[in-house]
């Protein structure tokens, strides 16, 4: 029986690309229109490995299976960490032969790294908490969740309370979350059916001081992380819009930064210690660097070997990017050491890659030069506002990681 079961299993991996699906002449046509672009786009993103990616998804989403292998081959033979395995637009390629191949390049290429170590165990599996955050003061950790709209309060052991209840003042899926060390305050990001918005809770008594949104009605918008600078402006990413906002401390007004910064799938984002320059993560480039005072900006440039795509958390620290990469990269933490001048990417350290307890890594937060992150959100396991059906839930798991000099 094993035997025979072995034989099915090694047939099954030696199966041959399928025969590529037919388009009409009008799809054919918005088709190579697209193709067209990301090749355009591979003459000038700053990160050109997910534009590379995106080629070997647009062939494979219209059913080009050869095409979609090629381009899916030219990615990976790039070799800086993307990984195709998890992502379902390829789930029809996964008993293809060739793809296989790729798979045990990817894995070969990215072999686990283990520095961190348990810190905590919170015992809510529900939580599915996309961000962790660090009031230093009163030294407590905040968490936000996706699935129960609420803010935890947790002790550097891991004994939690609500601070923020589920729905109190409006609050939905809560997504990015900082501190103002200033007054001891922090910012919650938060997006339901018919806005996004953000919210300024008081601790430790979690009240609501102000609400800052914009509709969603008729209109693209997802608040996603923030970044606070020591003066108390805080600047939000939109994903949809593809742009930031921020909340000045004088003004304590919701604003579009700038119009003309455009950054696609706009997520992680951090602030330079002097206040001087953003980091916007997003797509085609990867991080964009903003000059705060100018509204200049332009891709970060970094070495030929990194691969910035997915990147959801992101903090300055001592000269450096610290990084949670995930989507189509292998789930990684990384250390970008940035230039003198805090315009480039010199170099870079894989900190912490294919730990067995990651499922779904998110964002983290800083503690007296202590990385801490949530190794297991699960977020992904919602979908259209329900749990996905047979998720396995577990408690969250919170990761500790020291860095070295």
Not at 107 to 116: A, E, I, L, M
Not at 239 to 244: L, R
Not at 362 to 367: A, F, N, P, R, S
Request: contains cysteine; aromatic residues 8%.
């Amino acid at each position: 029986m094993r035997y025979a079961a072995l034989l099915i299993v090694a047939s099954a991996l030696h199966a041959q690309i399928p025969p590529s699906e037919k388009l009409s002449e009008s799809d054919a046509k918005l088709v190579q229109a697209e193709i067209d672009r990301l090749n355009g786009l591979l003459a000038t993103a700053g990160d050109k490995c997910t534009v590379q990616y995106a080629l070997a998804r647009t062939w494979e989403s219209i059913g080009q299976h050869r095409q979609a292998v090629d381009a899916l081959r030219d990615a990976v033979d790039l070799n800086v960490g993307l990984d195709p395995s998890r992502d379902d637009v390829f789930a029809g390629l996964r008993n293809i032969k060739e793809f296989g191949l790729l798979m045990r390049s990817v894995r070969d290429g990215t072999p686990p790294v283990s520095t961190s170590k348990p810190a905590f165990t919170i015992g809510d599996a529900q939580l599915l908490p996309e961000s962790i955050a660090w009031e230093p003061h009163r030294r407590r950790f905040f968490l936000g969740s996706i699935w129960e709209h609420k803010v935890l309060e947790c002790t550097v052991t891991g004994d939690c309370h609500d601070l923020v209840k589920n729905g109190q003042d409006g609050l939905y899926e809560v997504l990015g979350i900082k501190a103002d060390t200033r007054d001891r305050t922090i910012w919650v990001a938060s997006n339901s059916v018919g806005e996004a918005g953000v919210f300024h809770f008081d601790t430790p008594q979690g009240t609501l001081i102000q609400k800052f949104t914009v509709s969603r009605t008729g209109e693209r918008h997802y608040f996603n992380d923030m970044a606070i600078s020591s003066k108390g402006d805080v600047f939000v990413t939109d994903t949809q819009a593809g742009t930031v906002y921020r909340i000045s401390a004088d003004k304590r007004r919701l604003e579009v930064f700038d119009p003309d910064l455009k950054v696609r799938a706009a997520n992680g984002i951090a602030i330079s210690d002097d206040d001087k320059t953003l980091y916007v993560a997003g797509f085609p480039d990867g991080i964009r660097v903003v000059d705060i005072a100018s509204k200049a900006s332009r891709a970060i440039g970094h070495p030929a070997d990194l691969c910035l795509g997915n990147i959801d958390g992101l903090l300055y620290y001592q000269g450096s990017l610290v990084a949670i990469q995930n989507g189509v990269m292998t789930p990684r933490v990384v250390r970008y050491r940035l230039t003198t001048d805090r315009q480039n990417i010199a170099s870079f350290e894989v900190l912490e890659r294919r730990n067995p307890a990651f499922d779904g890594i998110t964002t983290g937060t800083i503690v007296d030069d202590v990385f801490y992150y949530m190794a297991n959100p699960q977020t992904d396991k919602v979908a259209s506002g329900r749990i996905k059906p047979n998720a396995q839930l577990n408690p969250v798991q919170v990761l500790q990681l020291k860095f070295q000099p």
